[in-house]
């Protein structure tokens, strides 16, 4: 028998996620004996043993190790000489502290819980509170550090002794499963009729009968309450637009599996592992044929499976679908309360199957697009949050204050940042609440007291006059960030690159350092500064804000300074009026307005119920075309003139070509105006590596092209990998800009 001794070092994020329970129990399993401590930088063993078995454990680590986990690297030592360990010790540690603040996203129900859940001889049979180890809610019902269940919602609910056991059994899978919990110690569930009074019978049941019956049901789940009912009859989910006074966006489907999904989308591998992941995103499918335009307008329909116990036993065989989106009224937060449900969905539910779990912590579900095998975010939430990105160094503890539209926020600790969930739009007073109730709890979880706040250039941002207030108030340095310059560092730090690249940052707007508005950019930068080497030629936004809306007007604009005939478009005469005497039309070279002038242009969409609607209705029209519009770019910096292309793409259309070919050919034209921008850019900074940002990278047609087309011509392509490619991935850059600045300034000071 031989004995060996190993020191084994674990590096990635592998707190916070049940990691020292499995290690504990594998240890057991094996018959070793050491100890555990947590670093900086992930956990250090030291085990005693069988080589044998010594060896095993280091190779199985990686596949066995929970699905939260994130393992870098094993670094493994090997001596003779043993220590006598005689059990399995946890040692203290400086770090200690952090490592035990990490806290677990909320996670699907599991496989194994699923099987119980199923199972009639289970004593969980049927109750729709199940989890363990590996599943189950857990920011979204976490009050205060450190997590236990004291500090949780489930804190109402005592352990019974069954579930008590199991939750001190080490060989147990609910061994210190926080929120275990059965039908005789757990929450219960309940349905309500449409003035909340309490029907008495089997709650799923009835939920699932008044969904049959065509009802609208508000279902609280995880992270806040949906608004669900059936999916193939276009009248009801034309009457909950109605009710909901939502027109025009998108719903989500939630699917009973996969191969419902697959009924009405095209499913990828890639697609399939996401989406029935134990994140279970909402994941932006295209539409095998045109068609359920009663819930998206465009190509793609955002899927998601049934991620709660609860989901699981509504659906039942009853549902292949059902039409499942936030309870909230037009762009307030997601309701997550029950009484406020209650009392604010009067008229536009008709029932209500709800619990009393708390939902201490709203959090939207998280959307994405299945990009080269991984999740490419328009909302990072639900799943993900509050898992940390890892940054290379040690960070000065920051708060980014994010944007104003699509709000985030991002707080640094150590090596870690962590960027809070999906918020919404500030301009809301509900939303803004939320935020900086949200920025207090971050605070308060990770125990972060920030150095120095960072935000927007945008003086009229409600994040930047929160910063500004704050900064003043707390006597600490405020650093503001020009908008295209954080999103290029926000896919800078999300592909941990700190040399400087050409960005290509494209959006509808942001404020430039000039006083105007900016969105087409071409930047060369890093953490530390920027130039702005191309744009395209400005556009005049007749009526300023209103021609985000109104996207005729930008039709108008982009005639008439391509010197066309404009006798076409809506009010001529009134357009006319305010561009001659320069009346409230700012300038812009924001991506957006070109595609939403465009897209006008081309009779897609002339007038548009929700931002960025007209770029995405000009995707989804484009068909097959190869071709592309003459480029022309000049100047210092190098600016895009749209003019010949506008000029091309009226005269085609004059000759009856299709939009749907002019629609392609316009975003071809953008493809190879990018490519010539960035070897132009290339050509005078050496620099070789492109990073694409901003929100008209939400655009498919576009992220299936311009990649491979940079790479072609000999780039590395960036993109968004772990936060979103749009204003919501904000944060994440300006709190990296801004450290830059702070650790510049207090190396030079001290
Ligand atoms: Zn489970
Ligand atoms: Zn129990
Ligand atoms: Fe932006």
């Not at 449409?194 to 699932?208: F, M, Q, S, T």
């Not at 998601?304 to 989901?311: K, Q």
């Given at each position: 028998m031989s004995l060996n001794r190993a020191w084994i070092h674990i590096r990635g994020i592998v707190q916070g996620v049940g990691f020292r329970p499995f290690i504990h129990r594998q240890v057991r399993e094996r018959d070793l004996r050491g100890t555990i401590k947590n670093t900086s930088s992930g956990v250090e063993l030291e085990l005693e043993g069988e080589r044998d078995a010594l060896e095993r454990f280091v190779a199985e680590l990686p596949e066995k190790a929970p699905k939260l986990a994130v393992i870098e690297e094993v670094e493994v030592r090997w001596f003779d000489d043993c220590k006598g360990f005689t059990g399995f010790q946890i040692l203290g540690s400086k770090t200690e502290a952090l490592r035990d603040t990490l806290i677990s996203p909320d996670i699907a129900v599991c496989d194994d819980c699923l099987r119980e859940l199923l199972d009639p001889a289970d004593r969980r049979y049927r109750y729709p509170f199940i989890n363990c180890t590996n599943c189950g809610?857990?920011?979204?019902?976490?009050?205060?550090?450190?997590?236990?269940?004291?500090?949780?919602?489930?804190?109402?609910?005592?352990?019974?002794?069954?579930?008590?056991?199991?939750?001190?059994?080490?060989?147990?899978?609910?061994?210190?499963?926080?929120?275990?919990?059965?039908?005789?110690?757990?929450?219960?569930?309940?349905?309500?009729?449409?003035?909340?009074?309490?029907?008495?019978?089997?709650?799923?049941?009835?939920?699932?009968?008044?969904?049959?019956?065509?009802?609208?049901?508000?279902?609280?789940?995880?992270?806040?309450?949906?608004?669900?009912?059936?999916?193939?009859?276009?009248?009801?989910?034309?009457?909950?637009?109605?009710?909901?006074?939502?027109?025009?966006?998108?719903?989500?489907?939630?699917?009973?599996?996969?191969?419902?999904?697959?009924?009405?989308?095209?499913?990828?591998?890639?697609?399939?592992?996401?989406?029935?992941?134990?994140?279970?995103?909402?994941?932006?499918?295209?539409?095998?044929?045109?068609?359920?335009?009663?819930?998206?307008?465009?190509?793609?329909?955002?899927?998601?499976?049934?991620?709660?116990?609860?989901?699981?036993?509504?659906?039942?065989?009853?549902?292949?679908?059902?039409?499942?989106?936030?309870?909230?009224?037009?762009?307030?937060?997601?309701?997550?309360?029950?009484?406020?449900?209650?009392?604010?969905?009067?008229?536009?539910?008709?029932?209500?199957?709800?619990?009393?779990?708390?939902?201490?912590?709203?959090?939207?579900?998280?959307?994405?697009?299945?990009?080269?095998?991984?999740?490419?975010?328009?909302?990072?939430?639900?799943?993900?949050?509050?898992?940390?990105?890892?940054?290379?160094?040690?960070?000065?503890?920051?708060?980014?204050?994010?944007?104003?539209?699509?709000?985030?926020?991002?707080?640094?600790?150590?090596?870690?940042?962590?960027?809070?969930?999906?918020?919404?739009?500030?301009?809301?007073?509900?939303?803004?609440?939320?935020?900086?109730?949200?920025?207090?709890?971050?605070?308060?979880?990770?125990?972060?007291?920030?150095?120095?706040?960072?935000?927007?250039?945008?003086?009229?941002?409600?994040?930047t006059e929160y910063a500004a207030e704050r900064a003043e108030r707390e006597e600490i340095p405020l650093i503001r960030v020009q908008h295209h310059h954080a999103h290029l560092a926000s896919c800078m730090a999300d592909n941990l690159v700190s040399e400087k690249v050409i960005g290509l940052i494209w959006d509808g707007t942001g404020l430039g350092t000039d006083g105007t508005s900016w969105g087409a950019e071409c930047l060369i930068g890093d953490f530390k500064g920027f130039e702005r080497f191309g744009s395209i030629r400005p556009i005049p936004l007749i009526g300023g804000d209103l021609a985000t809306k109104e996207t005729e007007r930008v039709a108008f604009a982009l005639l008439r300074e391509a010197g066309l005939d404009t006798s076409n478009v809506g009010n001529v005469a009134i357009y006319e009026t305010m561009l001659r005497a320069g009346l409230n039309c700012p300038l812009s070279s924001g991506m957006g307005r070109l595609f939403d002038g465009v897209s006008a242009l081309l009779g897609i969409k002339t007038k548009c119920s929700y931002e960025g609607q007209g770029a995405i209705l000009l995707e989804a029209a484009a068909t097959e075309d190869d071709g592309v519009f003459p480029i022309v770019s000049e100047g210092a910096p190098l600016r895009f003139d749209w003019r010949e292309m506008i000029r091309a793409i009226v005269t085609a259309r004059e000759a009856g070509e299709a939009a749907g070919r002019l629609a392609a050919r316009f975003m071809n034209t953008l493809v190879e105006m990018a490519v010539q921008m960035c070897k132009a850019a290339r050509e005078q900074s050496g620099i070789k590596t492109v990073a694409l940002s901003g929100g008209s990278f939400q655009n498919m047609y576009l992220m299936a092209r311009l990649p491979r087309r940079l790479e072609n011509e000999g780039f590395r392509v960036l993109r968004h990998r772990r936060v979103s490619t749009n204003d919501e991935g904000l944060s994440l850059g300006q709190l990296m800009i801004a450290e830059a600045a702070l650790h510049g300034s207090l190396n030079a000071g001290g």
């Open positions: 809610p857990r920011f979204t019902i976490i009050r205060d550090v450190p997590y236990d269940r004291a500090k949780t919602s489930m804190s109402a609910f005592p352990m019974c002794p069954d579930c008590d056991r199991e939750y001190h059994d080490i060989e147990n899978r609910r061994y210190h499963a926080q929120p275990d919990c059965c039908a005789n110690c757990g929450p219960e569930v309940f349905f309500l009729d449409a003035d909340g009074k309490r029907i008495p019978g089997d709650a799923i049941e009835l939920a699932r009968k008044a969904l049959k019956a065509g009802k609208i049901i508000a279902v609280k789940g995880l992270g806040g309450i949906h608004l669900a009912c059936r999916c193939d009859d276009p009248e009801i989910a034309k009457m909950l637009r109605r009710r909901k006074q939502r027109d025009e966006k998108p719903f989500a489907v939630m699917c009973r599996d996969v191969s419902c999904a697959e009924k009405i989308c095209r499913v990828s591998e890639e697609e399939r592992a996401i989406l029935d992941g134990f994140r279970k995103p909402i994941v932006l499918l295209e539409k095998r044929e045109a068609g359920l335009r009663h819930v998206s307008e465009n190509g793609y329909v955002g899927v998601m499976l049934p991620y709660t116990p609860l989901h699981v036993l509504l659906f039942g065989d009853d549902f292949d679908m059902l039409v499942m989106t936030s309870a909230n009224l037009s762009d307030t937060p997601m309701m997550t309360d029950n009484d406020e449900a209650v009392k604010n969905l009067r008229g536009i539910a008709d029932g209500f199957l709800l619990h009393n779990r708390r939902i201490q912590t709203r959090c939207d579900d998280s959307l994405c697009w299945a990009l080269d095998g991984r999740e490419y975010f328009a909302r990072r939430s639900r799943g993900y949050v509050p898992f940390p990105i890892r940054a290379e160094r040690a960070l000065e503890p920051i708060l980014a204050c994010g944007a104003e539209q699509k709000a985030s926020f991002c707080l640094s600790r150590e090596n870690y940042v962590f960027p809070s969930q999906h918020i919404g739009d500030l301009k809301n007073m509900e939303t803004f609440e939320a935020y900086t109730g949200q920025i207090a709890h971050f605070e308060r979880l990770f125990d972060i007291r920030p150095k120095a706040l960072a935000c927007d250039l945008h003086p009229d941002y409600l994040s």
